[in-house]
């Protein structure tokens, strides 16, 4: 059998967005990725101010994706060019829009293949494929419109008791809950990103109303349990599951080790 290419991504990947996910997704097609992860003051002497997440925490976020093999992190505050030493590579990829003549030419003298992802190729957003498993089912609900490390963890939590499955609230139905201006970022987007990751069997998007929203999933699902954290433990979830015989578990909310609490309230500043 054919051993698996090595692909390297090299970049700050501050504030990881769909766009970002979707780049990391093309590029994984070529083979095992490596992410060449820029260092907290690289990114600053780059963007001209501090990143919004630091080193630590956009390792994590990385590391949780289903379409990273592995992070290597440069040392140094200038802007990283080139591979560090010890790193295989048989491919470069970039963005149309980060190309750069510097990089190619790298490649070249190298023997390395120097490959861009074209715009088109990272347009929509695609789900995974779901294998089905005889584990336990498990869900989980929620808005998920700034995603952040504190998704991640929870997600990474619940996925210990079974094969996770997260409900993306629907456009209308957040709106319905917390007002104009919600949700900042389009149902099939968020369910994208919740997809992404790699402790998520699945990512679906509601279609009830009010805080059992995802009623009609829940009911084609038919998990074995509902997971919440303990500010979600609320709307009436518990006495739904008694009712339904799920059983319902109330996670406590804490980052993952080492990292800061976040809040996507905080986040977005509503």
């Not at 490959?115 to 995974?128: K, V, Y």
């Not at 700034?146 to 929870?154: A, E, I, P």
Request: hydrophobic share 35%; proline share 6%; aromatic share 8%.
């Amino acid at each position: 059998m054919k051993a698996l290419s090595s692909v390297v991504v090299s970049g700050g990947f501050d504030n990881l967005g769909s766009l970002d996910m979707r780049f990391l997704e093309e590029a994984a097609k070529l083979g095992r990725l490596t992410v060449l992860l820029w260092p907290d003051e690289a990114v600053e002497k780059a963007a001209g101010k501090p990143p919004r997440f630091p080193l630590a925490e956009r390792r994590y976020l990385l590391e949780s994706t289903r379409f990273v093999s592995e992070t290597v992190v440069f040392d140094g505050e200038t802007i990283p060019a080139g591979i560090p030493a010890g790193c295989k590579a048989d491919i470069w990829a970039e963005r149309k829009s980060d190309r750069s003549d510097t990089n190619r030419r790298f490649c070249e003298a190298r023997g390395i293949a120097y490959r861009i992802i074209a715009d088109d190729d990272m347009s929509g957003f695609p789900a995974p494929p779901v294998v089905s498993s005889q584990n336990k089912k498990v869900v989980v609900t929620g808005c998920y419109d700034w995603f952040h490390s504190g998704h991640v963890r929870f997600f990474e939590e619940a996925s210990e008791l079974g094969d996770l499955y997260v409900i993306v609230g629907h456009d209308a139905n957040i709106r319905l809950l917390k007002g104009e201006g919600h949700p900042l970022l389009p149902e099939q987007e968020r369910r994208y990103m919740a997809g992404a990751i790699r402790y998520v069997k699945q990512a679906l998007i509601s279609s009830g109303e009010g805080w059992l929203d995802a009623d009609p999933e829940i009911k084609r699902l038919k998990p074995d349990m509902y997971v919440v954290n303990d500010d979600g433990d609320k709307g009436g979830k518990r006495e739904y599951c008694a009712v339904n015989g799920i059983e319902y578990v109330v996670l406590s909310r804490a980052p993952a080790p080492g990292l800061p609490r976040r809040s996507s309230t905080d986040l977005r500043g509503f």
